[in-house]
Every structure is written in C-alpha cells, then in structure tokens.
Nanobody, 125 residues
Framework: VQLVESGGGVVQAGGSLRLSCTFS????????IAWFRQAPGKEREGISC????????AYGDSAQGRFHISTDHAKNTVFLEMNSLKPEDSAVYYC???????????????????WGKGILVTVSS
C-alpha cells in the first residue's frame, strides 16, 4: 500500500490549506486513513482520521472545530481541510493507514501499518 501526501506549504496565520492523501488501491474494508503531525522536539500527534467503510471520523484536540476530514472514494483520496491556522500548527504532516476504527487510529499512531513520507506545513505569524 502506498500513500502520497500533497498540498503542504507556507501559509500565513489565519489562513487555510487543504492536504490530500492519495492511496493505492487495496482491500480497505476495516481500514482508516489517519492524519498525524510531528513538530521538531514534539511527539507525533493524531489530527484526524476517517474510517473508509462508513466515513465515520475522529479528531484530535488540536483539530476540533478548525479542521475537516473527507474522502473521495472514486479517487482513493482523503482530504484534510485546515482552517484558522496558527503558527503552532507548523509540522510535518503524515497520512497513514491501519486496520482500525477512526477513534483508535487517531490515538495509536504506532498501530498504523503503512505511512506516507510526510509533507511540511509552515504557518507564519
């Protein structure tokens, strides 16, 4: 399974970005796609996850009310819409997949089976 992130870059505080995670076709019943991030010197953090079988979602505390996850099943792509960005949102963002419901995936990054290479998001003040 391959996952490729895109859409990162530099944005001013208060702005928006949309990240995409495109994944190769696989038997994804029972799998979630998860977004994590890691800033220098900080632990990896679960941001948002979506369970591909029913599009149920989960969000980490940092994402609540500002970020939105969605999926285009026809294009094997999961989107992370990030709004009201803050400098502390700056990090490398990763998408990953594992055979877990969204709520489990978001809180157990170490249980994910496949990872993208990550993409840098920088929010300037």
């Amino acid at each position: 399974v391959q996952l490729v992130e895109s859409g990162g870059g530099v944005v001013q505080a208060g702005g928006s970005l949309r990240l995409s995670c495109t994944f190769s076709t696989f038997a994804f019943d029972g799998y979630s796609i998860a977004w994590f991030r890691q800033a220098p010197g900080k632990e990896r953090e679960g941001i948002s996850c979506i369970y591909l079988a029913d599009d149920s979602t989960a969000y980490g505390d940092s994402a609540q009310g500002r970020f939105h996850i969605s999926t285009d099943h026809a294009k094997n792509t999961v989107f992370l819409e990030m709004n009201s960005l803050k400098p502390e949102d700056s990090a490398v963002y990763y998408c990953a997949t594992g055979e877990h419901p969204a709520t489990v995936a978001c809180s157990h990054w170490y249980a994910m089976s496949y990872w993208g290479k990550g993409i840098l998001v920088t929010v300037s003040s």
